[in-house]
């Protein structure tokens, strides 16, 4: 958590503009009332640094007034660069959750891009919805609440558990998530769990990780076997399945390794979290991760409502 303030608070009546600082603005659920960027969706209030805007004016030669970039709220003392998606900004009462980083360049229709040729704005400004609203005013505090991505994942095995042998699996697993996201904006929490492959123990865990986390990813029990009970217990919890994530795994590795369609790996929500059940083997962990990695982040995007494609 950390503390900046307001440089500008700004509005302007048509998009495509620049924006006019303002002595003070409400915020509502629809964004700044009176601006022409406010509305039902996901862009409705932009931040903008004015350490960026300071850094694009020593390259282009001029300077640059707070809402020039069409940003609403211009910022001082914020590492905006580092802001990831779901990290959140209070002003007083208001709060604002980052929705997008970045946008596409209106090109001809931004009024920097004609007088410059290029724009700070579609790779350092950040997109917000609002979550509560109120009045803000320039030189105000404003408070960035960093979002961690809490991921966990479960070894489901009677010997592992027991420390008959070492758990490859689950770390494997966590090796492969941390990989993933070293170079996303994403701050990574993962931790580990060994669980016998008792059904209770397992309902109870994730009962009560569900709705810490966002990710559970959990190893072995998804075979034939008597004690494979990992993927019937997610199914009795879930709220929707993902059908198409295993469908495709299955077809694609069964080729060449037909015990492959034997497998009943399940992916599905629990309220917001996603869960992913893998078989044990380290093998299956790496194919399987490698599909389910390609649509993660868009998954996590969409289940929070920011499907924006």
Excluded at 67 to 73: C, I, R, V
Excluded at 97 to 115: M, N, P, S
Excluded at 193 to 205: G, I, Q, S, T
Excluded at 267 to 278: E, F
Aim: proline letters at 5%; glycine letters at 10%; charged letters at 25%.
């Amino acid at each position: 958590m950390t503390e900046g303030r307001l440089v500008a608070v700004n509005v302007s009546q048509r998009t495509g503009t620049s924006k006019t600082p303002v002595e003070r603005a409400l915020i509502d659920a629809r964004g700044l009332v009176g601006d022409a960027h406010a509305g039902p969706w996901h862009r409705q209030v932009s931040l903008l640094a004015q350490e960026s805007i300071e850094r694009f004016a020593a390259t282009a030669g001029r300077s640059f007034a707070p809402g020039e970039f069409a940003e609403n709220l211009t910022t001082r003392g914020l590492d905006l660069a580092g802001a990831s998606l779901l990290d959140r900004f209070t002003i007083g009462a208001v709060e604002l959750e980052v929705t997008q980083i970045g946008k596409r360049c209106h090109g001809d229709g931004c009024a920097i891009f004609q007088a410059v040729g290029r724009c700070v704005m579609p790779k350092e400004g950040l997109f917000c919805r609002v979550l509560s609203g109120g009045e803000v005013r320039p030189n105000e505090p404003i408070v960035h609440v960093e979002r961690w991505l809490r991921c966990l994942v479960v070894t489901l095995s009677d010997r592992a558990s027991r420390g008959d042998y070492e758990d490859l699996s689950g770390p494997c697993a966590e090796k492969r998530l941390r990989e993933h996201f070293t170079d996303t904006r994403w701050r990574l929490d993962v931790r580990r769990d060994v669980l016998p492959d008792d059904a209770d123990r397992l309902r109870a865990l994730l009962l009560d990780a569900a709705p810490q986390h966002d990710v559970i990813v959990t190893t072995g029990g998804t075979g034939l076997g008597p004690r494979d009970v990992t993927p019937d217990v997610v199914l009795g919890l879930a709220d929707r399945l993902v059908p198409g994530v295993m469908e495709v795994i299955r077809v694609k590795f069964s080729a060449a390794h037909p015990g492959a369609l034997l497998s009943r790996s399940v992916a599905a929500l629990m309220g917001q979290t996603l869960v992913y059940t893998l078989p044990g083997s380290v093998r299956a962990v790496e194919e399987y991760l490698g599909e389910i990695l390609l649509t993660l982040e868009h998954a996590i995007r969409m289940v929070h409502g920011l499907d924006t494609h």
